[in-house]
T-cell receptor
Framework: DVKVTQSSRYLVKRTGEKVFLECVQDMDHENMFWYRQDPGLGLRLIYFSYDVKMKEKGDIPEGYSVSREKKERFSLILESASTNQTSMYLC???????????FGSGTRLTVV | KQEVTQIPAALSVPEGENLVLNCSFTDSAIYNLQWFRQDPGKGLTSLLLIQSSQREQTSGRLNASLDKSSGRSTLYIAASQPGDSATYLCAVRNTGRRALTFGSGTRLQVQP
């Protein structure tokens, strides 16, 4: 089975800190995604990557950046964390057009 | 822009009942539709993936159907159990788009 691993289950950071959320998949998938999930707003796409060093903005990229230096790893970066970035962050990967998505277990980020 | 709607938003049933969760989408130009389960505070677990050319998929007590032309999918859960209590999300992958579009979910509670 494909495994998507998010490095932290819970994080607490201070306002203004630079925050890195890491995601690793073990099945050589070319596509990787970062979503955030908030009550009442559902899952919203932040960024995705379709190859090493390739990225595209999703629906809510403001305040975030991403890095994909190796195929298996996709990092989400909060340049200067703010309290409105407190959320559940979910990473996913997939390959090809006809395959399903596999999600990680999520990172609950609290910015204080 | 694709919109995905799930009805009902919440559902409570006694153990043993058969139940149906509904998902509708506005744009029928999809590659596939995927049903997920999410336990509180956790990531998404894939349940079933239906390709646009398929009518249904089955896994154990779960059966998902797809009517692409009318923009509808249903998830049927047979003989529900308390362990089925979770939020169920449907998501579609549109042609020409790499990311999924999610519904807001149905929160299911199965009473023992």
């Amino acid at each position: 089975d494909v495994k998507v691993t998010q490095s932290s289950r819970y994080l607490v950071k201070r306002t203004g800190e630079k925050v890195f959320l890491e995601c690793v998949q073990d099945m050589d998938h070319e596509n990787m995604f970062w979503y955030r999930q908030d009550p009442g707003l559902g899952l919203r796409l932040i960024y995705f990557s379709y190859d090493v060093k390739m990225k595209e903005k999703g629906d809510i990229p403001e305040g975030y950046s991403v890095s994909r230096e190796k195929k298996e790893r996709f990092s989400l970066i909060l340049e200067s964390a703010s309290t409105n970035q407190t959320s559940m962050y979910l990473c996913a990967s997939t390959t090809g057009l006809l395959y399903g998505y596999t999600f990680g277990s999520g990172t609950r980020l609290t910015v204080v | 822009k694709q919109e995905v709607t799930q009805i009902p938003a919440a559902l409570s049933v006694p153990e043993g009942e058969n139940l149906v969760l509904n998902c509708s989408f506005t744009d029928s130009a999809i590659y596939n539709l995927q049903w997920f389960r999410q336990d509180p505070g956790k990531g998404l677990t894939s349940l079933l993936l239906i390709q646009s050319s398929q009518r249904e998929q089955t896994s154990g007590r779960l059966n998902a159907s797809l009517d692409k032309s009318s923009g509808r999918s249903t998830l049927y859960i047979a003989a529900s159990q308390p362990g089925d209590s979770a939020t169920y999300l449907c998501a579609v992958r549109n042609t020409g788009r790499r990311a999924l579009t999610f519904g807001s979910g149905t929160r299911l509670q199965v009473q023992p």
